[in-house]
């Protein structure tokens, strides 16, 4: 019999500085627990990252108790929580979505929308602004993993989406996630 893994998510921003990485994994490493999955960046003048924690249950205590110091030295905002493991979406399909227009607000809510009125998951995102080459233009891109249900047909969908992305001036793709 396999054992339930047991969780903890922490979420950490404050004021970038060196080794904020080196000392919450190495908080994370002294109580007996393991990263499984991360995200971490520097957003303006901040530091935020999101880790997943996978230890068991008095070790992810200790974790918990040992937070407020961590929070202290280093200045951040450190936030947890307990959870379990991810249910596998029944019947999903991993497909991603690659976005590039001229930046303007409301890219991000138009196709989370999008997505959101035919009952499709956001599993993840990440965006970002650049200047275009040789125009200096703001651009921004967007790359976003999405979980889309097995009774959905995929032709159908992949036009309406460009179709929806076209009347917005987006460049869109939306392709099968590769591993």
């Not at 060196?18 to 393991?34: A, K, Y």
């Given at each position: 019999?396999?054992?339930?893994?047991?969780?903890?998510?922490?979420?950490?921003?404050?004021?970038?500085?060196?080794?904020?990485?080196?000392?919450?994994?190495?908080?994370?490493?002294?109580?007996?627990?393991?990263?499984?999955?991360?995200?971490?960046?520097?957003?303006?003048?901040?530091?935020?990252?999101?880790?997943?924690?996978?230890?068991?249950?008095?070790?992810?205590?200790?974790?918990?108790?040992?937070?407020?110091?961590?929070?202290?030295?280093?200045?951040?905002?450190?936030?947890?929580?307990?959870?379990?493991?991810?249910?596998?979406?029944?019947?999903?399909?991993?497909?991603?979505?690659?976005?590039?227009?001229?930046d303007h607000p409301g890219i991000v809510n138009n196709l989370a929308a999008f997505f959101a009125e035919r009952r499709i998951n956001i599993e993840d995102m990440?965006?970002?602004?650049?200047?275009?080459?040789?125009?200096?233009?703001?651009?921004?891109?967007?790359?976003?993993?999405?979980?889309?249900?097995?009774?959905?047909?995929?032709?159908?969908?992949?036009?309406?989406?460009?179709?929806?992305?076209?009347?917005?001036?987006?460049?869109?793709?939306?392709?099968?996630?590769?591993?």
């Amino acid at each position: 019999m396999t054992r339930q893994k047991t969780y903890l998510v922490i979420s950490a921003l404050g004021e970038d500085h060196p080794g904020i990485v080196d000392q919450i994994s190495r908080t994370v490493l002294e109580h007996g627990c393991n990263i499984e999955d991360s995200r971490m960046s520097v957003l303006g003048g901040e530091f935020a990252a999101m880790l997943l924690v996978e230890g068991k249950w008095n070790t992810l205590a200790k974790i918990e108790n040992a937070l407020p110091e961590l929070e202290r030295q280093l200045g951040m905002t450190i936030v947890s929580k307990r959870t379990g493991q991810r249910n596998a979406g029944a019947n999903l399909l991993p497909y991603a979505v690659d976005v590039v227009s001229m930046d303007h607000p409301g890219i991000v809510n138009n196709l989370a929308a999008f997505f959101a009125e035919r009952r499709i998951n956001i599993e993840d995102m990440a965006t970002s602004t650049y200047a275009a080459a040789h125009t200096g233009t703001p651009m921004f891109s967007v790359h976003i993993a999405v979980g889309i249900p097995a009774d959905i047909h995929i032709a159908g969908l992949r036009d309406e989406f460009m179709d929806y992305c076209d009347g917005l001036n987006l460049d869109a793709v939306l392709e099968p996630l590769k591993s």
